[in-house]
């Protein structure tokens, strides 16, 4: 009988169909599983990778900001700006993907140390059922906290008038160069230009002392003294300065002075 | 009615039938190990689109089985690479999305 021998093979072919249907369903749903949560990790991690390989070009990018401008952009406008950054493009992603994964910046900071200044944000990706924290750090090879902070202070004490006592002119031309010598003497990473040149006039004159009020204009050029972006900060101002003499000054009414000094 | 007897016998049409039957399940087998491989392949090729978007080189050069998206449209995607560039002092993020075709 033919179909007597077949019905052996018939029951087999049922069992490795009941496995298949079985082991069809199981690795169908565990691999759904495995390319969400690979997914996930992959969205989290990659992000995390490539925010460690752009933020140093956009702090490069923000440094020669502050350098160009350090005294309305200041390290913490960096590190406000940066975030921002950070935050649009995370959330963009987010956005994409239909919050798959998301992104919260739980912390950031900007610093100077030494000669460098160190940008940190830290971020969390929740996923559903857990979260990954990464702290990403870069670091720029320059303090531009300390410069944007040394840039405001020179502006600052240039900006005060000052006054001169001497005993001639010639003494009072010296004496002036140096304190604006003084005022740019900082020790530091940068190279520090102070171009001035200033017009005096007698205003009072008695037996014993001569008194020229006049204004000094000045340039004052400041640059890091490295090289990762060509840029220099150039502050104009103007001050004014009295110089009293300690005797009676014949015939001079008028004179002016010019000049410039540096840190080095 | 003897000749027809003898031709249309019942073995034979019990035999055809199990015949049939063997053959449309062996049909639905070879389908559901097709499907089966169809998963594995999908993974298979999950893992290297996984490491080509870690190495930052994902496309779709020589791989004529998939497609790439810049959104996600349905949920039957293959994986998700995010891709972060800088624009002058900003970051500009986008995604990609690989479906198989």
Known sequence: MIYKSLLPILIILLIMIVITTYLMHYVSTETAKAIILENKYLLSINTFRQLNETLPQVLQNRACMLIVNPINYTCNSIAIDMTNSVNNALSTISNKTNNLVIYRVVNYTVYGSGNITIYRVSINAFIQSSNIERTITVSYPFNLCYYSQLVREISNSLGDGITINANNITDAIWKINNGLANKVAYHGQSRIILYYTGVFSMIKRTHNYTVYSGSINYVLSISPNINTCNETTEITGEFHATVIINAFVNNTYYFSINGAVSNN | ?101
């Open chain 2, 1 to 101: 009615m003897a000749l027809a007897n003898s031709l249309v016998f019942p073995d034979l049409l019990i035999s055809i039938t199990l015949i049939v039957v063997i053959l449309v399940l062996t049909i639905y087998l070879v389908n559901l190990l097709m499907k089966l491989s169809m998963i594995d392949y999908k993974a298979s090729m999950g893992t290297y689109l996984f490491v080509a978007c870690q190495l930052g080189n994902l496309s779709d050069n020589g791989l004529s089985h998939i497609i790439i998206m810049n959104k996600l449209v349905s949920s039957n995607y293959l994986i998700i690479c995010p891709r972060i560039v800088v624009n002058g002092s900003q970051l500009t993020s986008s995604i990609y999305v690989v479906y198989t075709r």
